[in-house]
């Protein structure tokens, strides 16, 4: 595979790596509504599917019985599908409020 030279390209993908995104495929592997594949991501079932409105999604797939799927991030930069497992960046946060005082006062 070729590397772009392009420098954006290249903070984007350091960021991926250092920030738990991993790379699964290219956008190509899944061409068609309705698509799908499975990989495994550090003994963790993943699906990637390509839904009836042409949005690229993954998710995780439970070992239990009966267990649904579990939505995971997807993010498609350069023609290529990334997910991220942490658990942390799946959790609902709610804002905290930060108070702000000026240096001048």
């Given at each position: 595979?070729?590397?772009?030279?392009?420098?954006?390209?290249?903070?984007?993908?350091a960021?991926?790596?250092?920030?738990?995104?991993?790379?699964?495929?290219?956008?190509t592997a899944?061409?068609?509504?309705?698509?799908?594949?499975?990989?495994?991501?550090?003994?963790?079932?993943?699906?990637?599917?390509?839904?009836?409105?042409?949005?690229?999604?993954?998710?995780?797939?439970?070992?239990?019985?009966?267990?649904?799927?579990?939505?995971?991030?997807?993010?498609?930069?350069?023609?290529?599908?990334?997910?991220?497992?942490?658990?942390?960046?799946?959790?609902?946060?709610?804002?905290?409020?930060?108070?702000?005082?000026?240096?001048?006062?």
């Open positions: 595979m070729t590397v772009p030279e392009d420098p954006r390209f290249r903070r984007e993908m960021t991926a790596y250092r920030s738990g995104w991993h790379f699964i495929d290219l956008v899944v061409p068609h509504r309705g698509d799908s594949l499975m990989v495994t991501l550090f003994g963790e079932p993943v699906v990637i599917n390509r839904g009836e409105d042409e949005e690229i999604r993954a998710y995780r797939c439970l070992r239990r019985p009966r267990g649904a799927p579990q939505p995971v991030r997807c993010a498609i930069r350069y023609g290529m599908i990334f997910v991220n497992l942490d658990q942390r960046d799946h959790q609902l946060v709610e804002p905290q409020a930060t108070s702000a005082t000026p240096r001048s006062a």
